[in-house]
């Protein structure tokens, strides 16, 4: 019974300037869609519009085949059956948590309300946690009654607007492992607006990249990881070292005039066979790899390597490419 | 004026006196004894037969019409101020930007002023009363008419006056409240009504109740409009009971009975704030959208809200000016009153001034001694001002001095300042408090002792508020009356003495131009008030998150 979240060409402008551009992406229910962009990109505002807290300037939001907002009307948000998560949480501050929870329960009446709001919160991890307020609560647990109280109505959609950026980077793997277990069993389709490209891919199963209010591209987070369909999009899902073709050399890869390489550091392999050579600026260990400051011929490439492969600053080394990691796309402005 | 100027922090206490609790501890005695001389002379000296009058057939009139006035003028203020104040903030309507600080003018205007304005409005020559007549041609004793001389007329003139101190906080609670906590009631199947009533108003409710107890403080040490108005009050008592009965220390059992009444007020303010927490933790602010009230609901809401604005302020002061153009009463008095009132309230603002700075800086140092002397200052603004008068009459009288020479002022200049000084000291406090803490730390680790910290880091900084604290309490010290009354000099009337004295001789076209005076002076304070909290609106000026 659970139907896909649609935009369809939606627009929404201020003023003269369209925070969201012609926009259409489908929400598939069971699937995390991560929503990507830098700041001011219309991310938010997108969210805003499937919640219909914005009415639309073009296009239509649809839930199945039922149109939820279009120019001329917008379903008003408590009759959409959509739960949002904030990057506040946006807890009631004078309800406790078991309250907060039962709070977008009210149709069931009140026995069947904490029944439901008792299981949540048990599920969540939350029980002893019942009875207090949001400002006794740690960011965590903030975090997973915002979840229960979003996810407890059995909504139709759920979108989250960085709901995990609050969080300590300690707690915030764990939390989210959690809550997206949650969102994801309940088969829904669910948005997660993000600005970091790594719990994109950690977490969601399609992304979506939106620049200026305009979709780049979607689609399997895997495919967009490895075929972006241009530096920027590559460049919202990881870092990139980019090259003018005039400044990469031919044995390196072959970039037509009016192009541009574009190649993720673990695409930079170092191999002593390799005809291209570089010098290693700085070589540091930043978790699970090295990683490597290269200066080829006065430009400057990223690489990282695994620790036991690691040159030392000054060394000369060879460079290759690894194909599926270095991509060329025509130069920006051409 | 200046919201319940009460420490953050009183604790924790750490047993040691710093350098700057000496004076502290001096400006909080100041402050004090006035109080604590009144509750002594309550409890030590016997009440005389006076007090066995007053306890016998006046003490419940006394204590019913205090009680009434109050929880009648708690009703007015939450029907109209709460609408109100959701209306401004989260709906967009005709006039909705200018109402938004038109609605705080009526605080510019002592209860006492509106009182006069209103009694003339509806009473039996009044304008009002005259058109129906003229109407239906009925005389005078054919029809009822609403009458302000009755305890309800009180409790609607306090509280046209008093409500924006409830506008005030309900609109910073509901501003103050995380948008995202709208929507979420919103996305869980909330309608907006239902949004309102068990998520905004539950969040706003301890600043509503702050702004009540503030209003209600006001309005239970209101002399003026009681006494002139005809409606017996505790306040109204204690002066009477000093005035006509020559009785201290029934005066003083009748202020204790007052003050307990306040500290209830202050009780039941805390209380009401509860476990619950209403600050939400939400850094991030959303531009407020406003929801457009169209047609027939916009006009409503901007008649609703140019309803209050008129009662509170266009017609008791239009009614004001109509009387003073209309009299050719002589204006020669008017000089000498205001001669002595800018001597009075200034001596009063330059004392007060001087407690406020001490306590403003002594609060840097987060001694004990600093957080007593802002706890004893905010407690005495609490207090009516003719229970202070009360206590220096009573030092005064125990010291064997009597109201001669300059005796008189020193004594209004004192209970000026006991009563104000917290007032005073807020917007210092408040400039302190904005400025980082590192700033200290850093003139410390500069090697500056704490006297040259106090004088060269700290004063500066406390200045910046000062002169919104020194006007606040000039101001304040103008308006004040009963105190005024009870210590004045022989022969000095005030404004406010002169406007209480003619609208007791029913010669109102006289008492017209000193009320407007004080009007207007009360309205610099406000508008100065509404600036600064227009421009400085967390939600109001954060950039759109797209």
Redesign the interface.
């Given at each position: 019974m659970t139907v896909a979240l649609s935009a369809h060409g939606v627009s929404r402008r201020y003023g003269p300037t369209a925070v969201v551009d012609e926009v259409s992406l489908t929400l598939k229910p069971g699937a995390i869609t991560a929503l990507l962009g830098g700041s001011g990109a219309g991310k938010s505002t997108l969210l805003r519009l499937f919640a219909g807290l914005e009415p639309v300037d073009t296009g239509e939001v649809r839930l199945g085949d039922r149109v939820l907002s279009s120019p001329s009307s917008t379903l008003a948000p408590d009759k959409r059956r959509i739960g949002l998560i904030f990057q506040d949480f946006a807890l009631f501050p004078h309800l406790t948590s078991l309250q907060n929870v039962m709070f977008g329960l009210k149709a069931l009446g009140r026995e069947a309300a904490l029944a439901e709001a008792e299981a949540w919160l048990r599920r969540l991890d939350l029980t002893a946690r019942a009875g207090a307020y949001p400002h006794e609560l740690s960011g965590g647990e903030q975090q997973r009654v915002a979840i229960a109280r979003a996810l407890a109505p059995k909504p139709a959609a759920i979108l989250m607007d960085e709901p995990f950026s609050g969080l300590d980077p300690a707690l915030r793997s764990y939390v989210r492992d959690a809550a997206l277990e949650a969102v994801r069993e309940a088969g829904i389709p669910a948005l997660l607006v993000t600005h970091d490209p790594v719990e994109a891919l950690e977490s969601a199963d399609h992304v979506a990249i939106l620049k200026s209010g305009k979709l780049q591209q979607e689609g399997p987070a895997a495919d967009v990881y490895l075929s972006p369909a241009s530096a920027d999009v590559a460049a919202a899902l990881g870092p990139i070292t980019r090259l003018k073709a005039a400044d990469v050399p031919a044995a390196l890869a072959d970039v037509p005039v009016g192009h541009e390489l574009a190649v993720r550091p673990e695409g930079v392999l170092l191999d002593g066979a390799a005809p291209v050579k570089a010098r290693v600026v700085t070589s540091q260990l930043t978790g699970a790899m090295h990683r490597v400051v290269l200066d080829m011929g006065g430009h400057r490439l990223v690489a990282l390597v695994p620790r036991q492969y690691a040159p030392q600053p000054g060394e000369e080394v060879g460079v290759r490419l690894d194909p599926a990691l270095a991509f060329i796309f025509p130069s920006a402005g051409t | 004026m200046a919201g319940l100027p009460l420490p953050r922090r009183v604790l924790p206490f750490r047993l040691s006196l710093r350098p700057a609790d000496g004076p502290a501890a001096l400006a909080c005695a100041i402050i004090a004894v006035p109080m604590i001389s009144v509750l002594l002379a309550a409890v030590f000296t016997g009440g005389g037969e006076a007090w066995q009058h007053i306890r016998d057939t006046l003490m419940v009139p006394y204590l019913g019409g205090t009680l009434g006035t109050l929880m009648l003028a708690t009703m007015f203020m939450l029907v109209f101020a709460v609408p109100a104040a959701w209306l401004v903030t989260m709906h967009e309507f005709p006039g909705r930007a200018a109402f938004e600080w038109l609605l705080i003018l009526p605080l510019a205007a002592p209860g006492y002023v509106l009182a006069y304005a209103w009694g003339d409005l509806m009473g039996v020559g009044g304008p009002l009363q005259s058109a129906l007549r003229d109407m239906t041609g009925w005389a005078a004793r054919d029809y009822w008419f609403p009458s302000m001389r009755s305890l309800p007329g009180l409790a609607f003139v306090l509280a046209s006056g008093l409500y924006p101190y409830v506008y005030l906080t309900a609109r910073a609670g509901f501003v103050s409240q995380?948008i995202?906590?709208l929507?979420?009631?919103?996305?869980?199947?909330?309608?907006?009504l239902r949004?309102f009533w068990?998520?905004a108003l539950?969040?706003a409710?301890p600043a509503i109740a702050a702004g009540l107890a503030l209003a209600l403080m006001e309005a239970a040490a209101d002399y003026g409009a009681a006494e002139y108005l005809g409606v017996p009050t505790l306040t109204f008592g204690i002066v009477r009971a000093w005035k006509s009965f020559g009785e201290p220390a029934a005066a003083a059992r009748l202020a204790v009975i007052l003050l307990v009444l306040v500290v209830g007020l202050v009780m039941a303010e805390r209380w009401s704030r509860g476990?619950?927490?209403?600050?939400?933790?939400?850094?991030?602010w959303r531009t407020v959208?406003r929801t457009k009230l169209s047609g027939a609901a916009g006009w409503l809401a901007a008649a609703f809200c140019l309803t209050g604005f008129t009662i509170g302020f266009i017609l008791p002061v239009s009614r004001l000016v109509w009387r003073a153009v209309e009299s050719h009463e002589q204006i020669a008095p008017i000089w000498d009153a205001l001669k002595n009132t800018l001597v009075l309230a200034g001596c009063g603002a330059v004392f007060a001034f001087v407690l406020a700075l001490v306590i403003a800086l002594a609060g840097r140092g987060k001694g004990p001694g600093a957080a007593f002397a802002r706890l004893t200052a905010s407690s005495a603004y609490a207090i009516p001002g003719a229970v202070l008068a009360l206590g220096a009459l009573v030092v005064l009288g125990g010291m064997g001095l009597t109201l001669t020479g300059l005796v008189p002022v020193a004594a209004l200049a004192w209970v000026y300042a006991s009563r104000f000084t917290a007032a005073g000291a807020e917007p210092m406090v408040a400039a302190l408090d904005r400025a980082p803490a590192s700033l200290g730390q850093a003139a410390q680790s500069l090697g500056a002792s704490p006297w040259r910290r106090a004088k060269e880091v700290d004063l500066p900084i406390a200045l910046s508020g000062a002169s919104a604290g020194a006007l606040i309490l000039f101001v304040e010290s103008l308006k004040e009356l009963p105190a005024t009354l009870m210590l004045r000099p022989f022969n000095w009337d005030t404004l406010a003495v002169r406007a209480h004295a003619y609208a007791s001789d029913e010669r109102l076209a006289a008492a017209a131009l000193p009320a407007l005076l004080i009007t207007l002076a009360g309205l610099v304070p406000v508008i100065l008030l509404s600036w600064r909290l227009s421009h400085a609106r967390p939600g109001e000026q954060a950039g759109?998150?797209?």
């Amino acid at each position: 019974m659970t139907v896909a979240l649609s935009a369809h060409g939606v627009s929404r402008r201020y003023g003269p300037t369209a925070v969201v551009d012609e926009v259409s992406l489908t929400l598939k229910p069971g699937a995390i869609t991560a929503l990507l962009g830098g700041s001011g990109a219309g991310k938010s505002t997108l969210l805003r519009l499937f919640a219909g807290l914005e009415p639309v300037d073009t296009g239509e939001v649809r839930l199945g085949d039922r149109v939820l907002s279009s120019p001329s009307s917008t379903l008003a948000p408590d009759k959409r059956r959509i739960g949002l998560i904030f990057q506040d949480f946006a807890l009631f501050p004078h309800l406790t948590s078991l309250q907060n929870v039962m709070f977008g329960l009210k149709a069931l009446g009140r026995e069947a309300a904490l029944a439901e709001a008792e299981a949540w919160l048990r599920r969540l991890d939350l029980t002893a946690r019942a009875g207090a307020y949001p400002h006794e609560l740690s960011g965590g647990e903030q975090q997973r009654v915002a979840i229960a109280r979003a996810l407890a109505p059995k909504p139709a959609a759920i979108l989250m607007d960085e709901p995990f950026s609050g969080l300590d980077p300690a707690l915030r793997s764990y939390v989210r492992d959690a809550a997206l277990e949650a969102v994801r069993e309940a088969g829904i389709p669910a948005l997660l607006v993000t600005h970091d490209p790594v719990e994109a891919l950690e977490s969601a199963d399609h992304v979506a990249i939106l620049k200026s209010g305009k979709l780049q591209q979607e689609g399997p987070a895997a495919d967009v990881y490895l075929s972006p369909a241009s530096a920027d999009v590559a460049a919202a899902l990881g870092p990139i070292t980019r090259l003018k073709a005039a400044d990469v050399p031919a044995a390196l890869a072959d970039v037509p005039v009016g192009h541009e390489l574009a190649v993720r550091p673990e695409g930079v392999l170092l191999d002593g066979a390799a005809p291209v050579k570089a010098r290693v600026v700085t070589s540091q260990l930043t978790g699970a790899m090295h990683r490597v400051v290269l200066d080829m011929g006065g430009h400057r490439l990223v690489a990282l390597v695994p620790r036991q492969y690691a040159p030392q600053p000054g060394e000369e080394v060879g460079v290759r490419l690894d194909p599926a990691l270095a991509f060329i796309f025509p130069s920006a402005g051409t | 004026m200046a919201g319940l100027p009460l420490p953050r922090r009183v604790l924790p206490f750490r047993l040691s006196l710093r350098p700057a609790d000496g004076p502290a501890a001096l400006a909080c005695a100041i402050i004090a004894v006035p109080m604590i001389s009144v509750l002594l002379a309550a409890v030590f000296t016997g009440g005389g037969e006076a007090w066995q009058h007053i306890r016998d057939t006046l003490m419940v009139p006394y204590l019913g019409g205090t009680l009434g006035t109050l929880m009648l003028a708690t009703m007015f203020m939450l029907v109209f101020a709460v609408p109100a104040a959701w209306l401004v903030t989260m709906h967009e309507f005709p006039g909705r930007a200018a109402f938004e600080w038109l609605l705080i003018l009526p605080l510019a205007a002592p209860g006492y002023v509106l009182a006069y304005a209103w009694g003339d409005l509806m009473g039996v020559g009044g304008p009002l009363q005259s058109a129906l007549r003229d109407m239906t041609g009925w005389a005078a004793r054919d029809y009822w008419f609403p009458s302000m001389r009755s305890l309800p007329g009180l409790a609607f003139v306090l509280a046209s006056g008093l409500y924006p101190y409830v506008y005030l906080t309900a609109r910073a609670g509901f501003v103050s409240q995380s948008i995202c906590a709208l929507e979420a009631a919103r996305s869980l199947g909330a309608s907006p009504l239902r949004s309102f009533w068990q998520v905004a108003l539950p969040a706003a409710r301890p600043a509503i109740a702050a702004g009540l107890a503030l209003a209600l403080m006001e309005a239970a040490a209101d002399y003026g409009a009681a006494e002139y108005l005809g409606v017996p009050t505790l306040t109204f008592g204690i002066v009477r009971a000093w005035k006509s009965f020559g009785e201290p220390a029934a005066a003083a059992r009748l202020a204790v009975i007052l003050l307990v009444l306040v500290v209830g007020l202050v009780m039941a303010e805390r209380w009401s704030r509860g476990r619950a927490g209403s600050q939400q933790s939400s850094t991030r602010w959303r531009t407020v959208s406003r929801t457009k009230l169209s047609g027939a609901a916009g006009w409503l809401a901007a008649a609703f809200c140019l309803t209050g604005f008129t009662i509170g302020f266009i017609l008791p002061v239009s009614r004001l000016v109509w009387r003073a153009v209309e009299s050719h009463e002589q204006i020669a008095p008017i000089w000498d009153a205001l001669k002595n009132t800018l001597v009075l309230a200034g001596c009063g603002a330059v004392f007060a001034f001087v407690l406020a700075l001490v306590i403003a800086l002594a609060g840097r140092g987060k001694g004990p001694g600093a957080a007593f002397a802002r706890l004893t200052a905010s407690s005495a603004y609490a207090i009516p001002g003719a229970v202070l008068a009360l206590g220096a009459l009573v030092v005064l009288g125990g010291m064997g001095l009597t109201l001669t020479g300059l005796v008189p002022v020193a004594a209004l200049a004192w209970v000026y300042a006991s009563r104000f000084t917290a007032a005073g000291a807020e917007p210092m406090v408040a400039a302190l408090d904005r400025a980082p803490a590192s700033l200290g730390q850093a003139a410390q680790s500069l090697g500056a002792s704490p006297w040259r910290r106090a004088k060269e880091v700290d004063l500066p900084i406390a200045l910046s508020g000062a002169s919104a604290g020194a006007l606040i309490l000039f101001v304040e010290s103008l308006k004040e009356l009963p105190a005024t009354l009870m210590l004045r000099p022989f022969n000095w009337d005030t404004l406010a003495v002169r406007a209480h004295a003619y609208a007791s001789d029913e010669r109102l076209a006289a008492a017209a131009l000193p009320a407007l005076l004080i009007t207007l002076a009360g309205l610099v304070p406000v508008i100065l008030l509404s600036w600064r909290l227009s421009h400085a609106r967390p939600g109001e000026q954060a950039g759109l998150d797209a």
